[in-house]
């Protein structure tokens, strides 16, 4: 029988962090970390990291193991977390991956084939001068004009994402649009609980304004500053994420306080819509929608009673 693997995602700020130790309480289980900026060290708050305290001793795995300056992508995430199930499995635990980066999750669950994508250090050189001297939006043309649909998923901003797909394609003379429709067809080689959390959008985009706050009050801009002061810039991947470039451009002079704090709303509140777009378009998944639920309790209590029977751990 497959090795069974319970996911638990869904938008930004809709409670997946709580509910996934509970989970792992309840079944003996430990959490994989599939969030793009809690693999950073020193970049606790914007990222929203569970602390410590509120792990309750459950383990966690892809959490404070990178550097900023470290790039962390799909390829490097797949590596790090099949190495994290390996070991989970070896010591008879149920592995629970935590998180909203949809094509993380994807990549680990249905174990895609990255060893085309290899970069080509020459090519990369020439797309990334071509961005900076031509803008975003003319290397996105040149996607567009090889792979019209890859184009129409990657926004022109994403820079390091356009430049994936176009090398891609020179590489392999293959659309990465096609490569990436072909690998989502696969088979999931676990016994798979794919969960999705959501919950009414006024509700969400409400606890989306009150982390944000809580992130300000905590000290969100002090903790930009000493990044910056670590060396950090805005062209390194960490300093790109939710939280860290509005701080950048509140401290690089570029706009007030206020203007920064609406502006990481909006896009949190843009990211979270994102995300839940990506996760319909998911096979294999099971919606939770919290508000048919009376309390939190329910939920675990609803999970439980599919993933093991009378809140039994599941035989490994």
């Known amino acids: ?7 638990l995602t869904g938008p930004t700020a809709v409670g997946k962090t709580d509910l996934s130790i509970a ?15 809690q693999v950073y060290r020193h970049m606790d708050i914007g990222s929203a990291k569970v602390t410590k305290e509120e792990t309750g001793g459950i383990p966690h795995h892809l959490i404070d193991v990178l550097d ?35 094509f993380y999750i994807q990549s680990l669950v249905y174990d895609i084939d990255f060893t085309a994508n290899d970069s080509d250090p020459a090519l990369r050189r ?23 649909d890859a184009a129409r998923q990657i926004h022109a901003n994403n820079v390091k994402r356009v430049i994936r797909a176009i090398e891609f394609y020179r590489k392999t003379g293959t659309r990465i649009s096609r490569h990436n429709e072909m690998e989502r067809k696969k088979e999931s080689p676990y016994r798979l609980f794919y969960y999705v959390l959501n ?15 809580r992130m300000v009050e905590a000290g969100l801009v002090e903790e930009v500053k000493k990044l910056k002061a670590m060396g950090c810039t805005r062209d390194m991947v960490s300093m790109q994420g939710l939280g860290y470039k509005e701080m950048l451009d509140y401290l690089d002079g570029c706009v007030s306080l206020d203007q920064a704090v609406c502006t ?53």
């Open 199 to 213: 919950t009414d959008r006024a509700l969400l985009y409400e606890r989306i304004e009150r982390r944000v706050d």
């Open 68 to 102: 900023p300056w470290e790039e962390f992508n799909v390829v490097v995430f797949q590596r790090m977390a099949k190495e994290a199930l390996s070991g989970i499995f070896g010591r008879g635990h149920i592995p629970i991956v935590a998180g909203g980066t949809g």
């Open 1 to 7: 029988m497959a090795l069974p693997l319970i996911v």
């Open 126 to 148: 020439f797309l990334e001068q071509e961005a900076a001297l031509k803008g975003p939006d003319h290397l996105h043309r040149m996607l567009a004009a090889v792979d019209p």
């Open 264 to 316: 990481l709303k909006r896009d949190t509140r843009h990211f979270a819509k994102r995300q839940l777009t990506w996760f319909r378009r998911e096979r294999d998944v099971r919606w939770l929608n919290l508000p048919e639920f009376e309390s939190r309790t329910k939920v675990l209590e609803h999970i439980l009673s599919e993933v093991g029977e009378q809140h039994t751990n599941i035989t490994i």
């Open 23 to 37: 989970l792992a309480r309840s079944l003996g289980g430990e959490i994989i970390s599939a969030d793009s900026m």
